[in-house]
């Protein structure tokens, strides 16, 4: 039998705790807080990206959740500094603002590089002493002319890479591919680094890690996605927000396949997961804040709204069932276009029908 012992005073303990947390995310909270766009912020909500650049406040994060991130970016720090000083990588943790993208910032996680990938005879630890180094001092002192070290440079094949820390849970769901909001944020340093150093733009990868568990890394190996385009529209829509005052719109409903035992495959609206962490969702508008009120569904799990066909080829969409959630066919169809554009596997098309009705099979 246990036997408890009489309690003790844990405020030491539990300082020392908030110390670790405050030590681990202090410096992310001020770069956050520069009125830049982030590479993050690519590919996710526009709405609270354009007001995180404004300035405006949100929801302070939780004990709970800067202990997530305090143990992530020691996770970050432990394992890039270990391809650091491994020689796998040219450079880590660096930052990168402005530049070819004003308004923007960036800070990659390693730029990797392994003489056997790229084919060159130089040893990596060589070239981030003779090569790498010089040019990143140049910049750092805003030398423009990095002319002869860009050149010897272009002839290696450095990958630009991002570790990823997910919920143990998450790890299964990151097995077939990177998520698209991640190779958007890669790419964005990708080219972000390349315009700075006058580079061509390098491949990608993506390491996700789970926050403890024993679970292998998966890695992804891809090209760079074309960032810039989509960097454009989250500038269009703050110069937008500077001259008219206007906000982009909240993040639609999003669809997803659900099983029904009485329909079988069907379509059902969900609330957009990034709402569910946003820091402005249902946050107070006092001292210069800003409160979204996200779209929302009328149960939990989400609403139906259609039935595909055995087949797979054609969703029914039931208006008795939209009706009883509001939603419109516009809302409806554009939500299943998404689906399909980021179905995996792929799904060539899909025909919509209208029914007024659902005959139970």
């Not at 039998?1 to 030491?12: A, G």
């Not at 698209?180 to 061509?200: D, R």
């Not at 090209?223 to 385009?229: C, F, I, S, T, Y």
């Not at 402005?280 to 804040?289: C, K, L, V």
Request: glycine fraction near 8%.
């Amino acid at each position: 039998m246990i036997e408890p012992l009489p309690h003790f005073n844990t405020t030491t303990l539990q300082e020392g705790y908030s110390h670790f947390v405050s030590q681990w995310t202090a410096e992310d909270e001020a770069e956050f807080n520069d009125g830049r766009f982030h590479a993050s912020d690519c590919g996710q909500c526009m709405l609270k990206a354009v007001l995180q650049r404004g300035g405006l406040k949100g929801r302070p994060l939780d004990e709970d959740a800067l202990g997530m991130f305090a143990e992530a970016n020691l996770i970050h720090d432990c394992m890039t500094r270990f391809w650091l000083e491994s020689g796998t990588a040219l450079s880590c943790e660096e930052r990168l603002t402005d530049g070819p993208f004003p308004g923007w910032s960036s800070k990659f996680d390693m730029l990797m590089h392994r003489p056997e990938w790229c084919g060159c005879t130089s040893p990596t630890s060589r070239l981030i002493e003779e090569l790498y180094a010089p040019m990143r001092r140049h910049r750092e002192r805003e030398i423009v002319d990095i002319g002869s070290y860009a050149e010897v440079l272009a002839k290696h094949k450095p990958i630009m890479t991002d570790l990823k820390t997910v919920h143990p849970n998450g790890l299964k769901y990151m097995a077939k591919g990177p998520k698209q909001h991640n190779a958007l944020q890669v790419s964005v340093y990708a080219h972000h680094w390349a315009g700075t150093y006058q580079q061509p733009v390098p491949d990608c990868a993506i390491m996700y890690r789970s926050r403890g568990g024993a679970a292998t890394p998966i890695w992804h190996f891809f090209k760079a996605l074309d960032a810039p385009k989509v960097m454009q529209q989250y500038d269009f829509a703050y110069d937008s927000y500077l001259e008219f005052g206007t906000l982009p719109p909240v993040e639609p409903l999003m669809a997803e396949w659900a099983n029904d035992n009485t329909y079988g495959t069907v379509v059902k609206l969900k609330q957009s997961w990034q709402c569910g962490y946003c820091k402005y969702s249902g946050w107070h508008t006092a001292d210069g804040n800003y409160r979204c009120e996200p779209l929302t569904t009328k149960n939990t799990t989400g609403d139906r709204i259609g039935v595909r066909t055995v087949d797979g080829k054609t969703v029914v969409l039931v208006q008795e069932w939209m009706d009883k959630g509001d939603y419109s066919y516009v809302q409806a169809t554009d939500a299943i276009y998404n689906l399909i554009v980021d179905a995996d596997p792929p799904i060539e098309s899909i025909d919509l029908v209208l029914s007024s009705r659902m005959a139970k099979p």
